[in-house]
Nanobody
Framework: QVQVVESGGGLVQAGGSLRLSCTAS????????MGWFRRAPGKEREGVSC????????YYADSVKGRFTISRDSAKNVLYLQMSSLKPEDTAVYYC?????????????????WGQGTQVTVSS
């Protein structure tokens, strides 16, 4: 069973940076996509970015393009999200999850293995 644990959240001022990490265990299938998602207060969970295990292709939501960078350490099964130029509207609980297969998608319903999330708060 795949399990993920997110870390790296915190409180940061607008314009600042944070790096989130997601450590996955129990991954025995390939290919797969690992993705970052977030849920802001009162809103639905939305996709932020994802990366494919085999191709290394990435995909970003328009709201974070040019500010966030997704990467991975395949040997350690760790996923990262480098967030820069943070805005108050980036405040949310950030989650990572895994989707087996070839698709590069940010639809949360297609992912499994959700972690507990890590809180990111951006103050103005």
């Amino acid at each position: 069973q795949v399990q993920v644990v997110e870390s790296g959240g915190g409180l940061v001022q607008a314009g600042g940076s944070l790096r989130l990490s997601c450590t996955a265990s129990g991954l025995t299938s390939n290919p797969y996509t690992m993705g970052w998602f977030r849920r802001a207060p009162g809103k639905e969970r939305e996709g932020v970015s994802c990366i494919h295990s085999t191709t290394g292709n990435t995909y970003y939501a328009d709201s974070v393009k040019g500010r966030f960078t997704i990467s991975r350490d395949s040997a350690k099964n760790v996923l990262y999200l480098q967030m820069s130029s943070l805005k108050p509207e980036d405040t949310a609980v950030y989650y990572c999850a895994i989707r087996l297969g070839w698709s590069l998608t940010l639809r949360p319903s297609e992912y499994n293995g959700w972690g507990q999330g890590t809180q990111v708060t951006v103050s103005s």
